[in-house]
C-alpha cells in the first residue's frame, strides 16, 4: 500500500544522519554539525528535511560530543553512538544497528542544502529501477575532496573512489558521490560487515559497500542531480559562509514572496526562527536575530540590530 503523504512511495522507512565527524578543518571546540547557518545548527537543517519526508524514525550517529549534539536536538530523536571514529562505515553500522524499518534512507548531518524534493526522486529511482540500493550523485565542476563515481563501458555503477586514494585517471572524473543513500536495511548491513581497512586513511569507507553489493549480484543504482550546491558538504568555514549566503538568499526571497519588502537584501541579515508579520519594510542594513517577532506593518531599520526583541547598539552607528 502507498505511503499516503507521498503516493507512490510503498513503505515506511527510517533515516539515518551521520554526525559523530571530528571536524578538525572547522579549527573549533564545538562539533562541526552545531555550527549555526541564520541561528540554526548545521544538523538541524538536515533533520528538518528527513521529518518533510515524512520518515517513520531518525537516529543520529554520535561521537564524542554527544551530550552537546543531544541537548540541542532534543530527545524526540533516536541516537546511536559511535564510541570511536573508525570511519564512515562504522558510524553507518552503528546507526543502522539501531534501525526498525526494512528500508533505510542514510544522510550526513554536515550537508544541510539538501531538499525534499531532492530525497524524495532517490526514493522514487529506488524503486523505479527495483534497486538495493539507490545513491545520490551530482556532476561537479571541481570534485576535489569527493569520492568519484566508477562506471564500466555500459554506464553502470562498479564502484566509488574517495579523493585519498584515487589515481590520476579517477582524480580527474566529475561524477562524484554526495553520500546520500537509500536502500534495503539488511542489504546494507550485510554489505557493511564486509568492508575493511585497506585504505589510506586506514578507514571503514561506506562507499565501500557499493563495489561489495554489486560483486554480490545486487542491484545499485544512482540518481544524478545537477545542482551543485545542494551537495555541498561544510568541512570549513569557509563552506560554512557560503551554505549561509546560499540560505539567506533563499530566506530573503521566500519572506518577499510572502509580502515582506526588503529594500536592500545585500545587506540584509534575518535569522530563520524570526516571526516577521505581513506588509512589514525591510530598510538597508538590518540584522534581525534570535527570538525577536516583527508585528505586521512594521517599518525596521535602516541601520538596525535586533535580537531576542532588543534593539542593540551597533559601534561607529549614528
Not at 538541524?44 to 518533510?52: I, K, L, N, P
Not at 542489504?187 to 563495489?211: F, M, P
Amino acid at each position: 500500500m502507498a505511503d499516503e503523504q507521498f503516493p507512490g512511495v510503498k513503505y515506511h522507512f527510517s533515516t539515518v544522519i551521520l554526525a559523530a565527524g571530528v571536524g578538525k578543518r572547522m579549527h573549533s571546540k564545538k562539533p562541526k554539525v552545531l555550527h549555526r547557518i541564520l541561528g540554526s545548527p548545521i544538523i538541524s537543517f538536515v533533520v528538518r528535511t528527513a521529518q518533510m519526508l515524512g520518515t517513520d524514525e531518525i537516529i543520529v550517529v554520535v561521537g564524542k560530543d554527544s551530550g552537546t549534539v543531544k541537548k540541542e536536538l532534543g530527545n524526540a530523536l533516536r541516537y546511536a553512538l559511535q564510541s570511536e571514529p573508525k570511519g564512515t562505515g562504522d558510524a553507518a553500522r552503528c546507526g543502522l544497528d539501531a534501525v526498525k524499518n526494512e528500508h533505510v534512507l542514510i544522510l550526513c548531518g554536515d550537508v544541510p542544502l539538501l531538499t525534499e524534493k531532492t530525497l524524495m526522486q532517490i526514493i522514487r529511482h529506488y524503486e523505479k529501477t527495483s534497486a538495493d540500493l539507490t545513491l545520490l550523485t551530482c556532476h561537479m565542476d571541481d570534485p576535489y575532496g569527493y569520492g568519484r563515481i566508477i562506471r564500466n563501458e555500459h554506464g553502470g555503477i562498479t564502484g566509488i573512489v574517495e579523493q585519498s586514494d584515487a589515481n590520476d585517471a579517477e582524480a580527474h572524473i566529475q561524477e562524484i558521490n554526495a553520500g546520500v543513500y537509500f536502500g534495503s536495511t539488511n542489504e546494507i548491513s550485510e554489505a557493511l560487515q564486509h568492508i575493511s581497512t585497506r585504505n589510506n586513511q586506514g578507514e571503514l569507507y561506506l562507499t565501500d559497500i557499493i563495489g561489495f553489493m554489486i560483486n554480490d549480484g545486487k542491484t545499485v543504482t544512482a540518481h544524478m542531480i545537477k545542482e551543485q550546491d545542494e551537495i555541498m558538504g561544510i568541512n570549513t568555514k569557509v563552506q560554512l559562509a557560503r551554505a549561509r549566503e546560499i540560505v539567506r538568499i533563499r530566506w530573503l526571497e521566500e519572506l518577499m514572496l510572502r509580502g515582506v519588502y526588503i529594500e536592500d537584501p545585500a545587506t540584509t541579515i534575518i535569522d530563520l526562527a524570526v516571526n516577521i508579520g505581513s506588509n512589514v519594510h525591510i530598510r538597508p542594513f538590518v540584522i534581525i536575530e534570535g527570538k525577536t517577532s516583527i508585528a505586521d506593518g512594521v517599518t525596521v531599520g535602516p541601520y538596525t540590530w535586533i535580537k531576542d526583541g532588543k534593539k542593540q547598539s551597533i559601534p561607529g552607528a549614528g
